[in-house]
């Protein structure tokens, strides 16, 4: 596995992402910075969480116009794997990668805590560690995570089994009591239609080690592993 | 006169001038001998910040010498931007507490948001990347109008800064008390890592160096924050609001990973952060340090408004700025690596042998003062002190007085009801507390503990003082936020390393508050000596008065520990049914200067309970080879609330109850929420035998209480249950209290 963690000006978990990739995945990985255009050689690519650019505007509007997001969506284009963890996610729904958009938690404020999360598609190129339907627990830390998005695209979304992971309770079940941020139909990860891109709020390399407090964020990082051989 | 220097038209220098400057009359003379002349309007502005309170600490810095600072760890004391102390080989940890209390009172999201952004840029200045924030807020009373929006305010701009910035906030203390209406206090902390090779200090050395100025650009907000800092509130403060600043934590990272990558160079000589008192303190002290000079052209410096001159930018506050000296002949080479981060950089001087600081403006001289002087022959006052009479008054309670209540159940629910004990999830959680995946004790336990990259080593930290206990007796209170520190350092496992503190106190004009200042002083260097914990840093926050009336004394330590394992953490929470319920410490008989009879008796009186410094020296023994041996399964500090609140603390997070019985001496009310300093251990059967062992040969009495499990929490005093309350409804009460209070 050859990644690449991509460097914002306000990126602040790149270190945690090459972290997880090269100490705990054993990954080839680097850090690729915002105005680089070289994307050479690598078969991932990650936006990691973070306030890019200041998140000035909206979060993620001003990152989606750096030299190397122009690479990124080319790269996406021909088939490569790409994972916008939080701030990422945002930037990918700001470049059009991922469809929707990202706006205020519906409690207005900052929220960092461990949700529960339902695996609703194992079927991915990031979730073939995880069983259908199973239960993880990971952090979120965001206070822009409400995903929103038109009904006609969300039909679309349905349709095509879009939707990765849903906040829920601990023994898996989605309703407003466990959405943490008013996100539509508690979304907290989407993939695109032909799943080479994931976007998701909560942060999985938060919890992909022995010493954290579980290790449900490794399966996403192992399935990406498998995937890619 | 220069020509120059007249087209400011700057007012005449008068010593009314000087007064609205804060400076005393006598300060004033003292300034024109130093010179040997008048100083005109810029000098005086330097000069005035410079001898600050806030700056200079000219009130306190008599007696803060006694406070011990030297161990063999520390690499450096008090007088840098922040203490280095060494935990692995050459792995030290950079950390330092500040208070920005003033600023957050006028300003509550920016004063807080630019506290954390000062305190971060004190911790890499120094070559060290933040790798933990803490903050230890205190609110005036949950019923004073101000006090929600305030906690809100304050809440949120610690978040906005420390999130943005990406450095976990992994814990801290919210307390509130009448005291603080006028006064809330906001003390923010930060702890970095360093090689010690790559330590950075803030000095001009290098006669001919080029002067750099980097970061954010300078415009007119804070301009005389520190001379702000120093003085007591009245209503018209609020009016100050141009003299607190606004933080751009955007800024500041860019300003961190640009300042690192500078510091990998060669490049580098020295860095001083623009802090209180702008590129005046960072120009004198840098200049002061080495001995030398610096010539700045001020007209050079990257401005963010019109119509500012000098004195405007030598005393602006802007946030997100460094002042740098750089190798001679590689300006270009810093400029480059500052420019790719965004952000500005510009040589707007350079270091000089003569010893003065000499402000130039269209290459015209228009002030100039001898830099070490100014430091060197700063004001230094021993104020008169004097033990006020009412300590005497407020110790003669004779707990006789006031009834055992019958209905303890409801006191006790009633106590995790009051906001000083009640969960703080509503705080912690707006704040990011595990970026940077080093957070291993998340917050709610004794203390927060981060992990080291490159090392087996975890580092414990937690910030703790109890301002009852330092108001009833202040050496005594203080001694016990030194104690009470450490406890919870040492509840995670951790060897106590040193410490940083924050002296927050009123006017130390008035004789009373001077007398808690001293005496506070001299407790805490008791307990640093006793436990061997220097002190590496701190920061005094004096006049926190509004119309006359002062917070309780505030000494706040926050201590940091050493696990040689980082997997051997413990943290406060139960984990199992049917384990073994340990207490460490005496058990209380009274109830004097507890929280329960400040609340439930509204009484603030009694005799402080004595710090113990063998027991506490034993009980630190005990738990890092307990932690060692993996024999403890939760530990937690007994404090506010007393041994029932505690216990209900440590069964809340995984819904176990407990069922202890406490010895039947004294009364039951000094049983359950009595405060002697006391840890609570949770120990599985298996381990029993070897933990008691240990408890021995440390000469520590394992006193073995009860046993974990149940849905209720049930205390026995002999042989009838005096406390039997249920877990749920506690959890309910106790994590509705702050949420309710913001709304």
């Not at chain 1, 936006?47 to 116009?65: E, M, Q, V």
């Not at chain 2, 301002?467 to 936020?481: M, V």
């Not at chain 2, 060897?495 to 805490?524: D, S, W």
Request: hydrophobic share 40%.
């Amino acid at each position: 596995m050859k990644a690449g963690v991509v460097r914002f000006p306000g990126s602040n978990c790149d270190r945690d992402c090459l972290h997880v990739l090269s100490d705990v995945m054993g990954a080839d990985a680097r850090f690729l910075w915002h105005k680089d255009h070289d994307l050479k050689g690598l078969d991932l690519v990650v936006l990691p969480g973070g306030f890019s650019y200041g998140d000035y505007l909206r979060c993620g509007a001003i990152a989606k116009f750096s030299p190397i997001m122009s690479e990124v969506m080319e790269f996406a284009d021909k088939g490569g794997l790409v994972v916008g963890i939080c701030n990422g996610f945002q930037v990918l729904t700001e470049s059009g990668l991922l469809p929707g958009a990202l706006i205020r938690n519906k409690g207005l404020k900052f929220i960092c805590k461990y949700v529960n999360l339902r695996v609703d598609n194992a079927d991915t190129r990031f979730t073939t560690e995880y069983k259908q339907s199973q239960v993880l627990t990971v952090p979120i830390a965001h206070g822009e995570g409400c995903y929103m998005v038109d009904d006609a695209t969300w039909a679309e979304m349905l349709q095509y089994n879009q939707i990765v992971f849903r906040y829920c309770s601990p023994d898996g079940e989605v309703s407003e009591l466990y959405n943490p941020n008013g996100a539509r139909d508690n979304v907290a990860g989407i993939v695109n239609k032909a799943g080479n891109v994931l976007g998701m709020m909560p942060h999985p390399e938060r919890c992909a080690e022995d010493l954290m407090q579980n290790k449900d964020g490794y399966g996403l990082f192992a399935s990406v592993k498998n995937f890619l051989g | 006169m220069s020509k120059v220097y007249e087209s400011f038209n700057y007012p005449q220098v008068s010593k009314e001038i000087a007064k609205g400057m804060g400076m005393t009359e006598k300060e004033f003379n003292q300034a024109c001998e130093i010179l040997g002349r008048t100083p005109n309007y810029i000098e005086l502005g330097c000069v005035s910040a410079m001898w600050s309170e806030h700056c200079s600490y000219k009130s306190s810095r008599f007696h803060l010498r006694k406070l011990p600072s030297k161990g063999k760890d520390v690499v450096y004391g008090p007088g840098e931007n922040a203490g280095v102390v060494r935990v692995d080989k050459d792995l030290c940890i950079a950390f330092k507490v500040e208070s920005h209390n003033h600023p957050s009172f006028i300003e509550p999201f920016h004063g807080a948001a630019t506290g954390v952004g000062g305190i971060l840029r004190d911790v890499f200045t120094m070559g060290a990347r933040p790798i933990a924030a803490m903050n230890s807020l205190r609110f005036g009373s949950a019923t004073h109008p101000k006090t929600p929006r305030l906690l809100q305010g304050v809440v949120e701009g610690i978040a906005h800064y420390g999130n943005c910035f990406g450095v976990p906030t992994v814990g801290g203390e919210v307390a509130f008390n009448a005291s603080y209406n006028g006064n809330p206090l906001v003390n923010a902390f930060a702890l970095g890592l360093v090689r010690e090779d790559k330590i950075f200090t803030a000095e001009a050395s290098g006669v001919g160096n080029p002067v750099i100025y980097i970061g954010a650009k300078t415009g007119k907000d804070g301009i005389h924050g520190a001379t702000m800092a120093s003085e007591e509130f009245s209503e018209s403060s609020e009016s100050k609001r141009p003299n607190t600043q606004i933080g751009d934590p955007f800024k500041e990272k860019l300003l961190l990973e640009a300042c690192l990558e500078l510091m990998q160079t060669d490049a580098l000589v020295g860095i001083q952060d623009m802090g209180a008192a702008g590129l005046t303190s960072s120009a004198f002290e840098m200049a002061g340090r080495a001995g030398n000079g610096v010539k700045m052209y001020l007209d050079s410096v990257p401005l963010r408004e019109d119509k500012m001159g000098p004195y405007e930018i030598m005393l602006s506050e802007s946030q997100e700025r460094m002042l740098l000296v750089a190798k001679k002949g590689r300006e270009q080479e810093v400029i480059d690596i500052v420019n790719r981060w965004d952000l500005d950089a510009a040589v707007i001087g350079e270091v000089t042998d003569d010893g003065y600081v000499r402000l130039f403006w269209q290459d015209e001289e228009v002030a100039s003062v001898l830099a070490a002087p100014l430091s060197d022959n700063a004001p230094l006052y021993q104020r008169v002190y004097s033990r006020p009479d009412w300590l005497d008054d407020m110790a003669k309670f004779d707990q006789s007085e006031i009834p055992v209540p019958s209905a303890l159940d409801q006191i006790f629910y009633k106590l995790l009801n009051d906001p000083t004990i009640a969960s703080k999830r509503w705080v912690w959680e707006q704040y990011d507390h595990m970026v940077q995946i080093g957070s291993v004790v998340l917050p709610g336990s004794d203390a927060a503990v981060v992990r080291l990259p490159e090392s087996k080593k975890g580092v414990a930290m937690s910030s703790d003082c109890n301002s009852r206990f330092c108001y009833l007796n202040p050496r005594e209170g203080s001694k016990h936020a030194v104690a009470e520190a450490a406890r919870n350092v040492a509840a995670s496992g951790a060897r106590p390393l040193a410490l940083t503190n924050c002296l927050n106190f009123g006017n130390p004009e008035k004789p009373h508050v001077m007398y808690q200042l001293v005496e506070a002083i001299e407790g805490m260097a008791e307990a640093s000596l006793a436990f061997n914990t220097p002190v590496v840093s701190g920061n005094v926050s004096l006049y926190n008065e509004t119309e006359g009336n002062a917070i309780q004394p505030t000494p706040t330590v926050v201590m940091t520990g050493v696990l040689d394992d980082v997997q051997d953490r413990i943290t406060s929470f139960f984990k199992g049914v049917g384990n073994k319920i340990v207490l460490l410490g005496e058990i209380p008989t009274k109830i004097d200067a507890s929280h329960y009879l400040d609340i439930i008796h509204e009484k603030t009186v009694g005799v402080v309970p004595e710090v113990n410094f063998d027991l506490h020296t034993a009980l630190f023994k005990i738990m890092e080879k307990g932690a060692k041996e993996q024999l403890i399964s939760a530990a937690h500090d007994v404090a506010e609330g007393g041994i029932a609140v505690a216990l209900f603390e440590m069964g809340m997070r995984s819904m176990i109850g407990a069922e202890v019985s406490l010895p039947a001496k004294g009364r039951a009310d000094a049983l359950l929420f009595g405060e002697s300093p006391m840890m609570i251990l949770e120990i599985e059967p298996k381990n029993m035998k070897a933990f008691s062992s240990l408890c021995d040969k440390k000469g520590l009495k394992c006193q073995e209480i009860g046993t974990t499990g149940g849905e209720n929490l049930v205390i026995s005093c002999g042989s009838t249950p005096t406390l039997n309350v249920s877990m749920a409804k506690a959890t309910a009460i106790y994590e509705k209290v702050i949420p309710e209070l913001v709304k």
